[in-house]
């Protein structure tokens, strides 16, 4: 099975702020990453899929890169509604299809 | 609306069952394929489970298989999940995700219920 490592675990950010999570594959993916956001009691909603594709209706203060097995999710400038916990999956290898453990975007 | 609801959660002692269901609404759900995915408190998520649209494919994580089967009938656009021999480690939100296949052999799971709680205890 592919193994997902997301770095940092959580990070604190005033609004505004340019912040960003890196997603590490155990193997290479090509571009089959996706992104989630999830926030406290509610389903994980898609944000990216395939490394760099804005889901539909996703703001475009949100941007995704990388291939292989290095990934980026960026916030250009934080909102307070995002303050949430995000996590990259790969479609690459299914089943399983695996996630990383989760980063937690606090508000500084 | 596109939408999927979850039911049949609840407090069930280890070793006992429960059946959970997920209802689709406002999309042609015989067309997808559908997973369920868990997270156990305070912790991350976890796929568990995915079936075709036609049930001719099914897999399971590791960590359910022989103890939990998936199905579905497209006549009442359903989604289930019986989950038999249950454990402390099961206890999770569980939720139903659609497989959404958007080209070059990607997918992603595009919609999620609610999720429905399963606690499992003595």
New interface residues.
């Given amino acids: 099975d592919i193994q997902m490592t997301q770095s940092p675990s959580s990070l604190s950010a005033f609004v505004g702020d340019r912040v960003t999570i890196t997603c590490r594959a155990s193997q290479s993916i090509s ?2 990453l ?1 992104w ?1 956001q ?1 926030k406290p009691g ?5 944000l990216i ?2 490394a760099s ?1 804005l ?1 539909s209706g996703v703001p475009s203060r949100f941007s995704g890169s990388g291939s292989g097995t290095d990934f980026t999710l960026t916030i250009s400038s934080l909102q307070p509604e995002d303050f949430a916990t995000y ?1 990259c ?1 790969q ?1 690459y290898s ?9 980063t937690k975007v606090e508000i500084k | 609306e596109v939408q999927l609801v979850e039911s049949g959660g609840g407090l069930v002692k280890p070793g006992g069952s429960l059946r959970l269901s997920c209802a689709a609404s406002g999309f042609t759900f015989s067309y997808y394929n559908m997973n369920w995915v868990r997270q156990a408190p305070g912790k991350g998520l976890e796929w568990v489970s995915s079936i075709s649209n036609s049930s001719s494919y099914i897999y399971y994580a590791d960590s359910v298989k022989g103890r939990f089967t998936i199905s579905r009938d497209n006549a009442k656009n359903s989604l289930y999940l019986q989950m038999n021999s249950l454990r402390a480690e099961d206890t999770a939100v569980y939720y139903c995700a659609r497989k959404w296949d958007y080209g070059y052999y990607g997918d992603a799971f595009d919609i999620w219920g609610q999720g429905t709680m399963v606690t499992v205890s003595s």
């Fill in positions: 571009n089959y996706n989630y999830q509610k389903a994980p909603k898609l899929y395939a594709s889901q996590y999956q479609s299914t089943p399983p299809w695996t996630f990383g453990q989760g």
